[in-house]
């Protein structure tokens, strides 16, 4: 499948549609949540400062003034605040059509997460693993076909899912840390599509994603919070010299989120110069990712160190 020349315009209307975007405030997230809003969606700004969220709410507003945006407060590096999340979604909305698994952290010096997690593996996986279980009820309950779209990287390819260290606290490398929280991303995206297929759960499909090279904040943090000046001045070079920007960048997650033919256990990303910048189209991940005794030993772990279970079977190949 290809999508070539795919862009925003062709979404459609949204309209009915609700969509919950992590990481809203800014980057990708921002930018598929503003387009989401021009399509019609009600939107779910999902964003670890509300204050922040709120200032992207009312930028997307002066756009789209007619559309339904609601800031959730969100930290991914904390589960008692993706139970709260779940509990004031639940509050404020009754369906759910689209969640869109955005946010994440990339290459930063070691840290941990309120919960004792590897802020990398807690953040992009561990976080999102919990918020897709204590929504996949809204996702289930919704009519019509709903969608779980989960943000990888294709730095993915570099990753290995290191069970004896998932938290590195053993030996510590940053972009490993990345690597493996990214595998993890994709792992996931693929188990919970089995899962729902085995479970004859059909109107609820799993998506992975991935934005190729775009300039966002993302880049910067990890160099910031290492205080590496060179890492910096390298990462804002790059970004001016390689990246494509950060609206091209959310198209992958965009087409797995609305496109018609998606059929649930994809990875989109773009179709470009060694698929780091272009339009989206259907791809292949790593061979590790497609790994599915890795990919059932990894949710079980996920399970126990969340606290979660899913309503559904293990997978069987579909």
């Not at 992975?208 to 990462?235: F, I, K, N």
């Not at 698929?275 to 079980?300: C, I, V």
Request: aromatic residues 6%; glycine residues 10%; charged residues 25%.
């Amino acid at each position: 499948m290809t999508a070539s020349d795919w862009t925003a315009d062709e979404m459609g209307d949204l309209s009915g549609k609700t969509v919950v975007v992590t990481g809203a405030n800014s980057g990708l997230g921002y930018e598929a949540a503003r387009e989401f809003a021009l399509h019609g969606a009600d939107v779910v700004l999902a964003c670890r400062s509300v204050e922040r969220g709120t200032e992207a709410g009312e930028r997307i507003r002066e756009e789209a003034p007619d559309t339904r945006l609601t800031v959730i407060e969100l930290d991914l590096a904390d589960l008692s605040s993706v139970g709260a999340f779940a509990a004031a979604f639940a509050d404020t909305h009754d369906e759910l059509h689209v969640l869109c698994n955005n946010a994440g952290v990339m290459a930063i010096p070691r840290r941990e997460t309120v919960d004792g997690f590897e802020t990398q593996f807690g953040v992009n996986h561990l976080g999102h693993f919990a918020l897709t279980a204590t929504l996949l009820g809204h996702l289930r309950e919704t009519e019509g076909e709903t969608r779980v779209v989960t943000q990888s990287s294709g730095l993915h390819e570099n990753g290995e899912i290191d069970f004896e260290d998932l938290q590195g606290e053993d030996e510590y490398d940053e972009w490993a840390a990345y690597g493996q929280s990214k595998l993890a991303n994709v792992l996931f995206g693929y188990e919970l599509h089995r899962r729902l297929r085995g479970a004859g759960i059909d109107d609820v499909t799993s998506v992975v994603c991935h934005p190729g090279y775009a300039a966002t904040d993302l880049q910067r943090r990890g160099p910031e919070q290492s205080g590496s000046r060179l890492r910096l001045w390298g990462m804002q070079a790059a970004n001016a010299l390689v990246a494509q920007d950060a609206a091209t960048g959310a198209l992958p997650l965009l087409y797995a989120a609305t496109a018609p033919d998606i059929e649930g256990g994809e990875y989109v990303g773009p179709g470009g110069l060694q698929n780091m910048r272009g339009y989206p189209e259907e791809q292949s991940s790593s061979d590790r990712s497609y790994d599915e005794e890795t990919a059932r030993r990894l949710w079980a772990v996920s399970e126990q160190l969340t606290g979660v279970e899913y309503d559904i079977a293990p997978a069987r190949t579909v």
